[in-house]
């Protein structure tokens, strides 16, 4: 039933184990509280007779905890001789197909009865109070599988994996951290509160640094990100980098020990090793119809509030004055400067109020 969403493959598995022409596999929990479910009617022996719908039911019956979760499996040849003979003669005036546990009983079938693991696998979802205590459930399982393989949990109530997520050991992720798709983390990372985790792959000993966001990155080992990152789609970090507060990456490769420190946009970026970008440095790679590419050699410097206006390639080791407006290339270990040129004037006064 598709109001029954956490019910676990090993639960399936197992009810369906012993399935054959010769019975029929039914799924049933008990209920201290079971108003409004079928009630699963056994004989003197223990064998499952009947199912019998809430208004049908006896006073006797209604006191049955074992009730019936929507979910059996029988041979399609069964059913397609038993479903014409169905009957609407109940309180509901309603086609029953519980019905056909007492039909599978008269034609000689066993009846193979199984629980679920856990009585949340087989709750139903018919409001959103109902959607929100299961989810909460099975984040819960969520939390409590990383604990189990090797994470540390601050808050194990305050973590959401929403997608797939595979883990190293020795990790540790603060409150509010959200996995989303298909992430990987490896061994001794530490990821700080309320960051957003999306379809990336984290290498060991990489440090997340609070309210970071990543989506369809690739981080290398030992990289520091944050706080208030944002790695766009297509950034690679290499081994040892370190993208700081307010910074942002798209389709941005950067080498190995490369720091872009502070309040920068890097997009469309290939970036060698040991590279540092200063502080509200952006890479200019739209022109208003295309996309273009920045390249920056090893061990370049560019120097703070510079504006790289690709396509522009940086020769190895070059160096970009502070406040540069660089537009053409720059071969190795040359020095840029690309800005107005400083005026200095004496005996000037402010404008006063008048």
Known sequence: YGDVP?????????????????????????????????????????????????????AEQQEIKEVNTGIL????????SWLPTLSNSNAQGEYYLTDIIAMAVDHGLGVTVSQPLNPFEVQGVNNRLQLAELERWYQRQQAERL???????????????????????????????????????????????GCVIKDASIADGVTIKAHSVIEGATVGTNAEI????RLRPGTELGADTKVGNFVETKKAVVGEGSKI??????????????VNVGAGTITCNYDGANKHQTVMGDGVFVGSNSALVAPVTL????????????????????LAIARGKQRNIEGWERPKKA
Request: glycine share 10%; no cysteine; net charge negative.
């Open 6 to 58: 956490l019910t676990s493959r090993a639960t399936l598995e197992s009810m369906v184990a012993d399935l054959d022409e010769s019975n029929l596999a039914l799924l049933t929990v008990d209920m201290e509280h079971p108003h409004g479910y079928g009630r699963i009617v056994r004989n003197q022996a223990g064998q499952v007779q009947a199912i019998v719908e809430q208004k049908d039911a006896t």
């Open 73 to 80: 499996a029988v041979s399609a040849r069964h059913l397609k």
């Open 147 to 193: 604990m189990t393989e090797g994470a540390s949990l601050a808050d194990p109530a305050r973590v959401d994996v929403r997608g797939e997520l595979t883990i190293g050991n020795d990790l540790w992720i603060d409150v509010n951290v959200v996995f989303e798709g298909n992430v990987s983390l490896g061994s001794n990372v530490t990821i700080g509160p």
């Open 226 to 229: 944050g706080p208030f990152a």
């Open 261 to 274: 420190n502070h309040l920068s946009y890097v997009g469309d970026t290939l970036m060698g090793r040991h």
């Open 315 to 334: 020769g190895e080791d070059a160096t970009i004055g502070a406040g540069s407006t660089i537009t053409r290339d720059v071969a190795d270990n040359e």
